[in-house]
């Protein structure tokens, strides 16, 4: 598997002060398998779907024992250059460029409007060894109270085009790279408690949401949004017993048109 085109998504992690807790939601919820902790990198743990890496969690590191969040990584040729258009276009690098042994290369950014990404440069770990598939990732979403400062940000940090969906209930942007929709961008609504940073929301594909969803819950997840049936799929999004957002989605469950969209770049 070749590394992935620049700006693409391509790996997710999330840190959580009970990791074995979220071990066992996560492989309830999405059937997650676990490898081995690795004490060499803080106990980073990955997460096999089908025996296919998709997701890692990790204890959080001394002093940083902030909410727990899914954390999503777009991919890059060259962190440092990366680095340098983050700075030079308003936003903020958080940590790195650092090398992460010979898996890759790794930056913590934060967008103008307060999203928080990583951008990684694959090494022997290339990042999502599935996509789309049950338990993987598929999708993913910046929602920001300050689009104007995001819909600027991302094509200039990276080979983005963009187009608006033509809805007038929702502010919604999808930035492609040739023909591939990649990430989406949502303005944030008053529905959000101020109290909710910008953030980037993270999708996973199941074979039936409201079954995902009720083992979420079941397990203490709350449900924050959905069932909700699209074009895209049927999903819903929920937050994990330990505050991480993220998404459900089944892509094989689709009901009405397609959004019309309309390039603005």
């Given at each position: 598997?070749?590394?992935?085109?620049?700006?693409?998504?391509?790996?997710?992690?999330a840190?959580f002060?009970?990791?074995?807790g979220?071990?066992?939601?996560?492989?309830?919820?999405?059937?997650?398998?676990?490898?081995?902790?690795?004490?060499?990198?803080?106990?980073?743990?990955?997460?096999?779907?089908?025996?296919?890496?998709?997701?890692?969690?990790?204890?959080?590191?001394?002093?940083?024992?902030?909410?727990?969040?899914?954390?999503?990584?777009?991919?890059?040729?060259?962190?440092?250059?990366?680095?340098?258009?983050?700075?030079?276009?308003?936003?903020?690098?958080?940590?790195?460029?650092?090398?992460?042994?010979?898996?890759?290369?790794?930056?913590?950014?934060?967008?103008?409007?307060?999203?928080?990404?990583?951008?990684?440069?694959?090494?022997?770990?290339?990042?999502?060894?599935?996509?789309?598939?049950?338990?993987?990732?598929?999708?993913?979403?910046?929602?920001?109270?300050?689009?104007?400062?995001?819909?600027?940000?991302?094509?200039?940090?990276?080979?983005?085009?963009?187009?608006?969906?033509?809805?007038?209930?929702?502010?919604?942007?999808?930035?492609?790279i040739?023909?591939?929709?990649?990430?989406?961008?949502?303005?944030?609504?008053?529905?959000?408690?101020?109290?909710?940073?910008?953030?980037?929301?993270?999708?996973?594909?199941?074979?039936?949401?409201?079954?995902?969803v009720?083992?979420?819950?079941?397990?203490?997840?709350?449900?924050?949004?959905?069932p909700?049936?699209?074009?895209?799929?049927?999903?819903?999004?929920?937050?994990?017993?330990?505050?991480?957002?993220?998404?459900?989605?089944?892509?094989?469950?689709?009901?009405?048109?397609?959004?019309?969209?309309?390039?603005?770049?």
């Open positions: 598997m070749a590394a992935e085109p620049e700006g693409t998504p391509c790996w997710a992690d840190m002060a009970d990791v074995e979220a071990k066992s939601f996560y492989g309830d919820v999405l059937g997650w398998t676990f490898g081995e902790a690795s004490t060499e990198y803080g106990n980073y743990t990955q997460a096999y779907a089908n025996g296919k890496a998709v997701a890692a969690v990790v204890p959080p590191m001394p002093g940083a024992e902030e909410q727990s969040a899914w954390c999503l990584y777009l991919a890059s040729p060259d962190v440092n250059a990366t680095a340098a258009k983050v700075r030079d276009h308003g936003g903020e690098v958080l940590m790195g460029p650092m090398q992460v042994g010979d898996f890759g290369s790794m930056l913590l950014v934060r967008d103008p409007s307060g999203v928080v990404f990583g951008v990684w440069q694959a090494g022997v770990h290339e990042g999502f060894e599935a996509k789309a598939v049950p338990g993987a990732y598929c999708w993913a979403e910046v929602f920001t109270r300050e689009p104007e400062k995001s819909d600027a940000f991302f094509p200039a940090v990276f080979p983005y085009r963009a187009q608006q969906m033509e809805d007038e209930t929702m502010d919604f942007r999808v930035f492609n040739d023909e591939q929709s990649v990430l989406g961008r949502m303005k944030m609504t008053d529905d959000f408690p101020p109290e909710v940073p910008p953030y980037i929301n993270v999708y996973f594909t199941v074979e039936d949401c409201d079954a995902a009720a083992k979420a819950t079941e397990r203490g997840g709350v449900l924050r949004f959905g909700m049936d699209t074009p895209f799929g049927r999903f819903a999004a929920v937050s994990d017993p330990q505050g991480a957002s993220f998404s459900v989605i089944d892509m094989t469950t689709t009901k009405g048109d397609m959004p019309k969209m309309t390039d603005v770049s």
